[in-house]
């Protein structure tokens, strides 16, 4: 697995009642409205820490608490919580989706924030979903070959979402940067034959959950010529991020948003040859290149080797 390996592991600091967690490179930190850290009886922190970013990613998705539930139901079953680099046949992660059937590419499906947007996106699309069972709605995502095995779990999954109701995630200091999105760089910050390239490209499947850099306020979010739909993050130094080509968009103007937020999905609007992400950045009003960016401020790698 090496670098591609997304981990989110859960510590509790009694003392400090704060719980973090790490989500590759992006870093959230949690603050529980109760005095006392997360625990749930028969699970591990790592296995809270998990059920936090499928709660976490739901509501950024504005998933009614039916939803959350059934998406709770599904990773208990199919993996009891765990990220899991194995499966039967490709299954992967929290809920065993597999690269053969479309999910995503193994990084992307072992990233537990991609893995929790894409079997939303998935419930969402199902005509109907809130009136339907939900074991019959778990299913209609999973197509599992144990299609009556969810609807046991849900007292679980109740007591999972009744504890974790309490905890809200800020974003990192400032100045901490995350990737947007992990795929390949198509085209980078520069000349690019007549004209010049004022970001990077970075080429992911349609639906790619978009993250936010870095905690800022979204000033613009809808249709920019040659952009098709984009999203602009000015962050409390003055940077501007922009993330453009989008398919659909997650964050409004005006929105606080944080480092690893979800914040749109990839898409192929605009001046697009493919689904990729536009990634630009602006300092002084001016683009600078995104890679050397992150360099200079300590940021993880924008670009799978």
């Given at each position: ?11 509790a ?7 973090t ?10 603050t529980p ?11 591990s ?30 990773a ?7 990220n899991?680099?194995?499966?039967d ?11 053969s ?9 072992l ?47 109740r ?9 809200s995630?800020?974003?990192t200091p ?8 992990h795929g ?6 520069g000349?690019?034959?007549l004209?010049f ?15 936010a ?11 920019a ?8 993050i ?12 989008n ?36 300092q002084?009003?001016?683009?600078t ?10 940021g ?6």
């Amino acid at each position: 697995m090496g670098g591609f390996v997304v981990l989110i592991m859960l510590m509790a600091a009694a003392a400090a009642g704060v719980v973090t967690t790490f989500l590759g490179s992006q870093h959230t930190r949690c603050t529980p409205a109760r005095p006392t850290a997360p625990t749930v009886p028969g699970y591990s922190p790592d296995q809270i820490a998990n059920a936090t970013t499928i709660i976490t990613v739901g509501k950024q998705l504005n998933v009614p608490e039916h939803g959350l539930i059934i998406a709770l139901v599904t990773a208990i079953q199919e993996s009891r919580l765990r990220n899991l680099d194995h499966g039967d046949r490709d299954s992967l992660g929290l809920f065993q989706q597999r690269p053969s059937q479309g999910w995503g590419t193994p990084a992307h499906i072992l990233n537990p924030t991609y893995a929790a947007t894409q079997f939303y996106r998935h419930l969402l699309a199902i005509p109907n979903w809130p009136a339907i069972s939900l074991n019959d709605a778990a299913q209609a995502v999973q197509r599992s070959g144990f299609p009556n095995a969810y609807a046991r779990h849900e007292p679980a999954a109740r007591q999972l979402l009744t504890a974790l109701a309490g905890y809200s995630c800020t974003g990192t200091p400032p100045g901490e940067w995350a990737v947007p999105v992990h795929g390949q760089c198509t085209s980078r910050f520069g000349p690019r034959g007549l004209d010049f390239h004022r970001g990077l490209d970075i080429a992911a499947p349609l639906g790619t959950p978009i993250l936010a850099a870095s905690d800022g306020t979204v000033i613009d979010s809808g249709p920019a010529t040659g952009y098709g739909l984009w999203i602009r993050i000015q962050h409390p130094d003055g940077t501007i991020t922009t993330y453009g080509h989008n398919n659909r968009n997650h964050a409004q103007q005006g929105q606080e948003v944080q480092i690893g937020q979800l914040i749109a999905e990839v898409g192929n609007r605009g001046e697009s040859t493919g689904p990729h992400l536009h990634f630009q950045i602006e300092q002084h009003g001016k683009p600078t290149d995104p890679v050397e960016f992150f360099q200079r401020n300590g940021g993880p790698s924008l670009c799978n080797q």
